[in-house]
């Protein structure tokens, strides 16, 4: 992977990431969608996104979004990887974010001076959300576009771009914080987002973007 490679999938996908950006500024002004798009990062880990999203579908359409058993919701999460965790991950987002059957999240977000801080609350205090996670929350609801999400396909870019040495084998706060303080000066100094460099990279590792 190279520099000319990386320029040349921007141009070709640069309007379908500018859709991407339209839909999850669209996002933000919907506290319903703001929630769905916590769920679904909490499914997304080592689970295909489409079909974390296809779930995140299935539990709105089924009245399962905002209050749903934890057994249940193990049984329906049965196509995503550690489903029994996420079911609980789920259903103490459901108890911290809906208050009468509506969604309190996109007002917490609000009161954030700056992303750093809002992804340091939801690492601390929402179960099953980690670095990565809240930074793609953060993204898919167009905050935080600074913001890394240090998934395996990212990493192994960096370390072809030599951005990193070498991809760790687990990632420490301290060390998911220097890494993506490398990834955002890189894209610095090639001129591209942040935003639009995760989808870069996903289209070269993937063939694809989505979400």
Known sequence: MDLDLIKNTLKQIKDKIEQKKLEFQQTFNSPHKVFKELVFCLLTPQSKAEKAWDIVEYLDQNGLLYSADKDLLAEVFKNVRFRFHKAEYVVLAQKQFIKNNTPT???????????????????????????????????????????????????????????????PSSLSAKKYLEIEQKLVNYCKSIDIEPFYFDFILWQINTGRIFK
């Open 105 to 167: 999240i996109k007002e917490l977000i609000e009161q954030f001076k700056n992303p750093i801080q809002c992804r340091n609350f939801l690492v601390k205090n929402v179960k099953g959300m980690g670095y990565k996670e809240a930074s793609h929350f953060l993204r898919n609801i167009y905050i935080g576009n600074n913001l890394a999400i240090l998934d395996r396909h990212i990493l192994r870019s960096l370390n072809e771009l030599g951005v990193v040495e070498k991809i």
